[in-house]
């Protein structure tokens, strides 16, 4: 249910886990994603982590840009990009038959579902054309990101947009330097999609 604030018309909200809640906010110009980031929970120094860390990689095509930045208000705005989570990507592909997309929209319980592990592992083995593209292209962001000396640290489908010719990665609340990036983004980014980067 949408309704109006002062910086623009929330049109969708998602948590974020037990940290944030997270809406997609329409201004007049454009739409932009909005983390407010819960007191109590969060330390601002996670908050302010997540706001560096995007500053640092401006610039970079596949992650988002900030647009506002509101620490007194526990709020970080940034750009919004247009793609599909790789983990509904997936599960409209892979998954079983019927499944409810929708349910997945706040979900984060990824690697106790069988039903997630089973269409993963679909997607791993694939030889589809759009399943190699998109491991192609999750590969491409992260060797990308791996060269500025950064770790994603949580690479899981739900951290991922997918819009069919780019990956954008996106939550930024685990991302720091790292002398060995890929080694330590490697384990999980082999056992989500298969590949190595």
Known sequence: MSHTEDRGTVVRTWTNGSKADV??????????????????????????REYLGLKMLQGLEFVPSVVEFLPFERQLAMSFLEGQRVLEWVLERFGAPGID???????????????????????????????????????RSY???????????????RNLLYDGKLVYLIDFDHWRPSAAPAKIDGRAIQNWYGIGV
């Open 23 to 48: 809406d997609l906010v329409s201004l007049p110009d454009r739409r932009i994603i909005r983390k407010r980031y819960r007191a109590g929970v969060v330390p601002r120094t996670a908050m302010f």
């Open 101 to 139: 997309l929708e349910f997945f929209a706040s979900f984060h319980g990824l690697n106790e579902r069988e039903d997630i592990k089973e269409a993963f592992a679909r997607f791993r083995s694939s030889t589809a054309p759009e399943a190699q593209r998109l491991r192609q292209d999750i590969a």
């Open 143 to 157: 060797t990308a990101l791996h060269r500025r000396r950064v770790i994603h640290g949580d690479p899981s489908p």
